[in-house]
T-cell receptor
């Protein structure tokens, strides 16, 4: 299995631009998570999808952030407009099932730099 | 609300020496407990997990962790570290009565010296 795939691996953009991060979960996994990692705040859960439906988006910072999962094999996280404080590593993770006892498999992350 | 604390931000250990990373949690009942490792530029990889049963759990890469209910702790150990163990280690807590939202600790950076 290829694991969770994220693209791009690195993104550098200017403030005010739109940024779209992409994630392909492991085939067959029906739970998907987006996390953000910064030095100041550590790992934060942004949003959780189950069977392509957003279940908990309480971690999404503000309206500039949006996430979609149009099908079981693809999700996007969009920031519009981007700001320097959005600079972070964004991880996507997938999981089989809805139980918290199941392992979350993480992608390699997208390092976003907003100048 | 659940929370997890990793008291040590940074640990330096000599290759071949033992390693122990501390993790304390706050939760009303026994939560799901996890240890993840993050190598530079990589995502997180699960080392081991605990839900119930034997309080000493074995994981990958020679790691083990012990759950101590009385201390609300889930410390990670390795008897003899290798240079490849240099990484950041995260303890995570999940509530059994939820959909599995994980609360991560701040992480412990492990440096291995020759």
């Amino acid at each position: 299995d290829a694991g969770v795939i994220q693209s791009p691996r690195h993104e550098v953009t200017e403030m005010g631009q739109e940024v779209t991060l992409r994630c392909k979960p492991i085939s067959g996994h029906n739970s998907l998570f987006w996390y953000r990692q910064t030095m100041m705040r550590g790992l934060e859960l942004l949003i959780y999808f189950n069977n392509n439906v957003p279940i908990d988006d309480s971690g999404m910072p503000e309206d500039r952030f949006s996430a979609k999962m149009p099908n079981a094999s693809f999700s996007t996280l969009k920031i519009q407009p981007s700001e320097p404080r959005d600079s972070a590593v964004y991880f996507c993770a997938s999981r089989l099932g809805t139980s918290g006892s199941h392992e979350q498999y993480f992608g390699p992350g997208t390092r976003l730099t907003v100048t | 609300a659940q929370s997890v604390t990793q008291p040590d931000i940074h640990i330096t250990v000599s290759e071949g020496a033992s390693l122990e990373l501390r993790c304390n949690y706050s939760y009303g009942a026994t939560p799901y407990l996890f240890w993840y490792v993050q190598s530079p530029g990589q995502g997180l990889q699960l080392l081991l997990k605990y839900f119930s049963g034997d309080t000493l759990v074995q994981g990958i890469k020679g790691f083990e962790a012990e759950f101590k209910r009385s201390q609300s702790s889930f410390n990670l150990r390795k008897p003899s570290v290798h240079w490849s163990d240099a990484a950041e280690y995260f303890c995570a807590v999940g509530a059994p009565d939820s959909w599995g939202k994980l609360q991560f600790g701040a992480g412990t950076q492990v440096v291995v010296t020759p």
